[in-house]
Nanobody, 130 residues
Framework: QVQLVQSGGGSVQAGGSLRVSCAAS????????MGWFRQALGKEREFVAA??????????FYADSVEGRFTISEDNAKNTVYLQMNSLMPEDTAIYYC?????????????????????WGQGTQVTVSS
């Protein structure tokens, strides 16, 4: 069993930056797909970013709405993946979730589909005020 524990997030004014962390523990994997999703109040959960985490450099994908502003990265030694969010806008306000799947979802189009991810973090609130 894999446990994902999120931290970070919070509140910031538009144009500011926040970082959300996702630390994995338990039965961790040497390689996996890490996805970030978000769900705003009254809306469906949507894809934000994904990364293939392995011993070699992993690929990344971003939603068009966050491309160039958000960066996903990983620290293998800490089993932690980060979502750095810059130039935040009020429409980025949501609960952010990390998720893991053992397969390389970036090799297909499945990385943006939240239904294929097996393990989920508890969610972290990000609030951006105008």
């Amino acid at each position: 069993q894999v446990q994902l524990v999120q931290s970070g997030g919070g509140s910031v004014q538009a144009g500011g930056s926040l970082r959300v962390s996702c630390a994995a523990s338990g039965r961790t994997f040497s390689s996996y797909t890490m996805g970030w999703f978000r769900q705003a109040l009254g809306k469906e959960r949507e894809f934000v970013a994904a990364m293939w985490v392995s011993s070699s450099t992993g690929g990344t994908f971003y939603a068009d709405s966050v491309e160039g502003r958000f960066t996903i990265s990983e620290d293998n030694a800490k089993n932690t993946v980060y979502l750095q969010m810059n130039s935040l806008m009020p429409e980025d306000t949501a609960i952010y979730y990390c998720a893991v799947d053992r397969g390389n979802l970036l090799a297909s189009s499945w990385y943006a589909n939240d239904r294929v991810y097996t393990y989920w973090g508890q969610g972290t609130q990000v609030t951006v005020s105008s």
